[in-house]
């Protein structure tokens, strides 16, 4: 950041209107933000893809376009006598009369006689908070049914999980800001020993968290589609943990320049002036690394990169305009009871950075080697990953929804709950059907219904296996096979475990595209901001290493805690922000690091003096970072348990490990090749030198005997 803007943002007039144009700019944001999008009911699926295409051709069905709940009513000890059933048939009186719900089929019974299955379609095109109320209705009028003796009744299906996972996301936003600010406000106060100064970053992020969260709804409007639940607590958790990490870098440096400068303003001007390029360049690597995600063929990932692009860039914002213009209005002493003395003693000389800094400079081979060896042993966790949940492992808790599955695939086909829909044309439904009962995995075919024009057939088609499952998996695809021989490219087969199928294929091809994308922008951004190759090029490899080492440490803690497997949206997003977020650290080190050798003529010098000045406040940011992560796992979506645990490892190894010994390490051993092409340590001396010549001119003469006596003694 320039020198002048740097002076104006921190000048009395200049602070107090960045200060008055925020709250006027926020309070319009907060008054004008629109209500989301609703959600339409292609929203989150990929492009193209089979599931997406039978999605859109549903309104050309009579019942295309509605939902249905299954109600599973089980006797565990025993099977139903005739009693039963009656009783059973006139629960089912009871239901078809309850508003949104349309004509109800016979109830079904398995093969056991211990359980039975009553499908309950709902009205077509109900908005989500009536398909929810209505579920919530039928519940309640289950748990207020007299059923027979030990007999119970749960919900399923489609409308019944849409219910349990909005359930779980209530009250998410109001949750997720309450943790975070905790975490945020402890961490805080415990780096800043301060009872006053941790208000005002905490005030500002906040502030800034909410102006983001107001224009969530503009960014749907825009893309056309809404941000859930789970991207505004994603976006949320970044422009926290983002924000926080540049206000303790400033808030870091300020706290340096006030040792050495008598008046604060000018003390502020200059850290503001010697943090922004740092922070810039690394809210900028971030924001970049993010809209890799617009060549996503997920629409939900798309929305998630561009929405998180925008609450970084709040962040920077907020981090490098508004909280410098805030601390402009505060005296020195808002660092009470340790505030910074002009001359008084640097403690990065003599900290515990600065002893780490001594022994990475001493023995680089052998700190390189233990650091290597401990990433490799937690990526060796790699091996016992695996990739994909069923539908009912994507909770934490225990959910109803869950709970009448698992009844269900007791008693009955697991895929009973959610049926295939084959839409194939008209002329070939006959064939299509006997091909789907001959299909392996297909445990009942439905009668088919015909378009209002007459051309295409939908078929409902049951699967033996539950969505999400390997067996799901091989009979969507082998029935897409076969069909596709018999009808046509118009043969399509979309449901519940089709778009499954077709967003795990989608996630995959994501990571291939995606992942290599943002590699390449990062590193072009390191080049640009180093003005070398060989620098940037170890800084991705040790970021790289860094996400494989937190991915296996992760899956042993999921291991661990009994999660079976990776959610298939997961390793893409920690990917991106693991490699994000851990080139920050990096920029913030290694840019004092080159902003050091300037100064000192030498790389090793300038590194090691970097990393005792620097420790202290990368680690605070990291630790925090990886807290504030962490609380995504309050909400009980496994999803959003994992992100939150896999960054929050990965930003620990990062902070801790690579940033404190592998990067400094290899610096040491490289030399002044870690910044080929340029020469920072020459560019010293071609500054230092006119200024070494100017100075002997003044000297007195006899100067130069007094110095050199004055040496030899």
Do not use: C
Request: aromatic share 4%; glycine share 10%; net charge negative.
């Amino acid at each position: 950041m320039g020198a002048r803007l740097a002076t104006w943002i921190t000048s009395r007039l200049g602070a107090g209107l960045i200060l008055l144009a925020t709250v006027a700019l926020s309070a319009l944001v907060f008054l004008t933000s629109p209500a989301q999008p609703a959600a339409g009911p292609t929203d989150g699926l990929p492009e193209g893809k089979q599931s997406t295409r039978v999605t859109e051709l549903m309104d050309r069905f009579a019942g295309g376009r509605t939902e249905s709940a299954i109600i599973v009513f089980e006797q565990p000890d025993a099977a139903l006598t005739e009693t039963d059933r009656q009783t059973l048939d006139g629960v089912r009186q009871t239901v078809s009369g309850r508003d949104h719900i349309g004509d109800l089929p016979p109830i079904g019974y398995a093969d056991d006689g211990r359980a039975a299955l009553l499908v309950v379609p709902f009205e077509a095109d109900l908005p989500d908070e009536v398909s929810n109320a209505t579920v919530d209705g039928l519940r309640a009028a289950l748990r207020d049914a007299a059923l027979p003796d030990g007999v119970t009744a749960q919900v399923t299906g489609g409308a019944a999980f849409g219910r349990d996972i909005s359930a779980a996301f209530a009250g998410a936003d109001t949750t997720l800001l309450a943790s975070t600010a905790i975490v945020v406000a402890l961490l805080l106060l415990v780096t800043y020993r301060s009872p006053i100064l941790w208000i005002v970053p905490l005030t500002v992020i906040g502030l800034g968290d909410q102006l983001v969260a107001k224009l969530l709804p503009w960014i749907g409007h825009l893309l056309g589609e809404p941000t859930d639940a789970s991207v505004a607590g994603i976006v949320s958790v970044l422009v926290f943990g983002a924000g926080t990490d540049y206000a303790l870098l400033l808030i870091s440096r300020y706290r340096e320049e006030l040792r050495r400068t008598p008046d604060r303003r000018t003390a502020l001007a200059t850290a503001v002036h010697a943090a922004g390029p740092a922070v810039i360049g690394s809210a900028g690597t971030v924001i970049l690394a993010l809209l890799t995600l617009v060549f996503a063929v997920l629409t939900s990932n798309r929305t998630l990169g561009i929405a998180a692009a925008a609450g970084v860039g709040v962040a920077l914002l907020f981090g490098l305009v508004v909280l410098p213009a805030a601390l402009a209005m505060l005296p020195r002493g808002a660092f009470w009871p340790l505030v910074p003395a002009v001359g008084s003693a640097e403690t990065n000389e003599t900290g515990i950075w600065a002893r780490i800094a001594r022994l990475v400079g001493r023995r680089p081979v052998g700190v390189l080697a233990a650091a290597a060896l401990v990433l490799v042993a937690l990526g060796a966790g790699l091996l016992t990953t695996t990739i994909g949940l069923s539908q009912t492992e994507q909770f934490r808790t225990e959910v109803e929804s869950v709970q009448a599955q698992q009844t269900l695939a007791a008693h009955f086909p697991a895929g009973s709950s959610q049926p295939l829909r084959v839409v194939v044309p008209a002329t070939a439904a006959g064939q299509a059907a006997d091909t789907a009962r001959q299909t392996p995995g297909v445990s009942a075919v439905g009668r088919a219904e015909q378009s209002a024009d007459g051309t295409l057939a939908l078929l409902p088609v049951q699967l033996t296996d539950e969505s999400g499952t390997a067996g799901a998996d091989r009979a969507v695809t082998s029935l897409r096979e076969r069909l596709s021989a018999v009808a046509g490219p118009q043969a399509l087969v979309g449901g519940a475990a089709a778009a499954d199928l077709d967003q795990r294929d989608a996630n995959a091809r994501d990571n291939a595209v995606v992942a290599p994308l943002v590699l390449a922008v990062v590193l072009i951004v390191l080049i640009a901001l180093l003005r070398s190759v060989v620098g940037p090029l170890m800084l991705l490899a040790t970021v790289v290493l860094s996400f494989a080492a937190s991915l296996g440490a992760a899956s042993l803690v999921f291991a661990a805690l009994d999660i079976p497997a990776l959610a298939s949206s997961v390793p893409l997003l920690a990917f991106l922000f693991l490699v994000a977020l851990g080139v920050d650290y990096n920029i913030f080190l290694v840019s004092r690091a080159r902003e050091e050798t300037v100064a000192r003529g030498d790389t090793r010098a300038g590194m090691l003096r970097a990393l005792s000045a620097t420790g202290g406040v990368i680690t605070s940011a990291g630790v925090l970072l990886a807290a504030v992560f962490t609380v995504l796992g309050v909400l009980p979506v496994i999803v959003l348990t994992q992100l939150g645990i896999i960054v929050g490892i990965g930003v620990l190894l990062d902070t801790l490990l690579v940033r404190t010994l592998v990067v400094p390490a290899l610096a040491m051993l490289l030399g002044e090749r870690f910044w080929w092409p340029s020469r920072p340590a020459s560019q010293s001396a071609a500054l230092n030198a006119p200024r070494r010549e100017y100075a002997a001119d003044l000297r007195p003469a006899g100067a130069e005997r007094r110095e050199t006596a004055t040496a030899e003694h």
